[in-house]
């Protein structure tokens, strides 16, 4: 199993552009979630989802970012019109089970997103 | 709401000595409380969760109520723990599957 993956693993954009930022979850993993490490600080959740579905999006900034997991391929966090403040490293996790089971969610590696 | 507090960003040992990261948290439910650790180059990783009580490469942690408290304790470090350590919680009642990290601590652990 190669564990969580994340492309790109670093991504430059000017402002004003777009980001997406792709996570295939491990085999037989469900269940996604997006995280963001802001420089200096620890990691913030964004977004929990099951496939074509959003569970929980109360850290999702309200304007500009959506994720999705569609039924097939990757989970993607879309960025629009970046800006500067929106630089960080956007983790994924997954996990097997829903709420309530033995659901440790397993990290990706990362994408670093710079904006200039 | 909850929240997990690490007061310490850098942490530096010598090698042999006991080792304490501390993780105090703010939670009105029954949470549960996870270590990850981060090493250099690598992608974070579950170190341990306290409903395991289990012991992952010497380290344990004892989750404690009326101290708000899941300190990461190690009696006797070696220098392959210098890493990235990160305690979390999870507050089903209020929040679900989501996890709240606190803001990490940086462990060097000297010859």
């Known amino acids: 199993n190669a564990g969580v993956m994340q492309n790109p693993r670093h991504l430059v954009r000017r402002r004003g552009q777009e980001a997406r930022l792709r996570c295939s979850p491990m085999k037989g993993h469900s269940h996604v979630y997006w995280y963001r490490q802001l420089p200096e600080e620890g990691l913030k959740f964004m977004v929990y989802?099951?496939?074509?579905?959003?569970?929980?999006e109360s850290g999702m900034p309200k304007e500009r970012f959506s994720a999705e997991f569609p039924k097939e391929g990757p989970s993607i966090l879309r960025i629009q019109q970046v800006v500067r403040g929106d630089s960080a490293a956007y983790f994924c996790?997954?996990?097997?089970?829903?709420?309530?089971?033995?659901?440790?969610?397993?990290f990706g590696p990362g994408t670093r997103l710079t904006v200039l | 709401a909850q929240r997990v507090t690490q007061p310490e960003k850098l942490l530096s040992v010598f090698k042999g000595a006991p080792v304490e990261l501390k993780c105090n948290y703010s939670?009105?439910?029954?949470?549960?409380l996870f270590w990850y650790v981060q090493y250099s180059r690598q992608r974070l990783q579950l170190l341990l969760r306290?409903?395991s009580r289990e012991s992952i490469k010497g380290f344990t942690a004892d989750l404690n109520k009326g101290e708000t408290s899941f300190h990461l304790k190690k009696p006797f470090a070696q220098e392959e723990d210098s890493a990235m350590y990160y305690c979390a919680l999870r507050g089903r009642e209020t929040s679900g599957s989501r996890l709240t990290f606190g803001e990490g601590t940086q462990l060097t652990v000297n010859p």
């Open positions: 989802l099951q496939k074509e579905n959003i569970i929980d």
């Open positions: 939670y009105s439910g029954s949470p549960e």
């Open positions: 996790a997954s996990s097997p089970l829903p709420s309530g089971g033995t659901d440790t969610q397993y």
């Open positions: 306290h409903i």
